[in-house]
């Protein structure tokens, strides 16, 4: 198993190379490669020679293992490694790096501890129902998540001025297309939940209502802290990731006693409103942006869509 680790890590530390030097290929490469490879293994182990739980565990390896050495090895072809070590970069890194994690800790804290109260307060059951409603609005963020992964070393390497302007014009278009996605959501949430669930499962619908506000939010707030980093400054998104998950934690240990999974929904969604807020606070202090050109459509936008997707079919 430690063995496993290993490659865990060495995997996640390739694709962030990748992911810097603004190779996407490879990087969308080793994150399609690892599920693969896991999915053969899994069949392979489990279904035909039934390993069952053992055999799961070295799928769930095999695939960050495969994965990881391939990352490597083109990673050698292209990269001449440089061993040298200095003292101030170490201890920049270390700085960095040290924020950044407490930040990513505290967000994943974000994003599930409110399971936990669910179930201390109410019962597995509701555990459950919330846990269906969580996981169909986390599909939501895959579209921000992308962009920021792309934006984060575009960031870096752009002067403050382009920066800006890139920036803006992504919030703008996160901020419709994530309006767009819920209101479709929003239309079929009870089919698709009764589709993909069952009837038994209906009650999540209230609490994945709950959560589209804050599925909006927290996309605008993805984007933003991509920019925040590229700007040196992961000490304002780990500060702004504790303000933010206090809030989620109180209003949880509140309202879901009151009034149940809607109660974490909402205190989950004012919470990352918060922390949105707090992003476009600390931009408004720090950049100039037009405001009015992120949060008002135009026609420019219908055209700029139909480009997108007349280009998309000419790719067919």
């Known amino acids: 198993m430690s063995l496993g680790v290993f490659f865990m890590l060495l995997f996640n530390y390739i694709i962030t190379i990748f992911q810097g030097r603004t190779d996407f290929r490879r990087f969308n490469g080793m994150n399609v490669l690892n599920p693969l490879i896991f999915l053969l293994a899994f069949l392979g182990l489990v279904m035909v020679f039934q390993l069952n739980l053992r055999g799961a565990v070295i799928a769930f390896l095999s695939g960050y293992a495969a994965a990881a050495l391939a990352g490597l090895v083109v990673l050698l072809k292209t990269v001449r490694p440089d061993f040298r070590i200095s003292g101030p970069d170490v201890k920049k890194l270390f700085g960095f790096s040290a924020h950044v994690a407490v930040g990513e800790i505290v967000t994943f804290l974000n994003y599930r501890f409110d399971m936990f109260l669910v179930g201390y307060f109410l019962s597995p ?20 998540s992308s962009v920021g992964n792309v934006l984060l070393p575009s960031f870096g390497s752009m002067d403050k001025d382009a920066r800006a302007a890139l920036l803006q014009k992504t919030l703008h278009h996160i901020l419709w297309i994530s ?23 209906l009650p999540s619908v209230t609490a994945l209502r709950g959560l589209y506000f804050g599925v909006i939010a927290l996309s605008l707030a993805k984007i933003i802290s991509s920019y925040i980093l590229a700007e040196g400054k992961p000490n304002v998104t780990k500060n702004i990731a504790i303000a933010g998950f206090t809030l989620n934690i109180l209003l949880n240990i509140w309202w879901i006693p009151k009034i149940g999974i809607l109660g974490a929904a909402l205190a989950s969604s004012i919470a990352y409103a918060v922390m949105a807020g707090f992003d476009f606070y600390w931009l408004k202090r720090n950049i100039r942006m037009n405001w009015k050109l992120i949060m008002i459509p135009s026609m420019d936008d219908f055209r700029f869509y139909k480009n997108l997707l007349s280009g998309s079919r000419g790719m067919r």
């Open 125 to 144: 059951k509701a555990v459950g129902f919330y846990a269906v409603a969580v996981l169909i609005a986390e599909t939501l963020w895959y579209l921000s």
């Open 179 to 201: 309006i767009f996605m819920i209101l479709i959501l929003f239309l079929t949430d009870k089919w698709i939940i009764n589709s993909l669930f069952g009837r038994a499962f």
